[in-house]
């Protein structure tokens, strides 16, 4: 399987929607597993978007990641 078509199997993110974050090429190994809310999408760079993570102690911190470190989420 491409990873064109894998890409294409996931759904669109948009702001408010509830993230896992996973591994992926840049990821943190800290924060895998946890789980977020998307704050704001970005196109440029391609598939990024800013997260608020739950737990976080600083609430209004927000962290950066590309599509590939994201699931949805339905907890």
């Known amino acids: 399987m491409s990873e064109i078509t894998l890409q294409s199997q996931e759904p669109d993110l948009g702001s408010g929607d ?28 391609r598939d990024s978007c800013l997260v608020r993570i739950e737990g976080d102690a600083d609430r209004l911190r927000e962290w950066f990641f590309y599509r590939d470190e994201l699931a949805t989420s339905h907890v």
């Open 18 to 45: 509830r993230i896992r974050i996973r591994q992926g090429k840049r990821s943190i190994p800290n924060l895998v597993g946890r789980v977020g809310t998307i704050v704001e999408v970005f196109r440029v760079p």
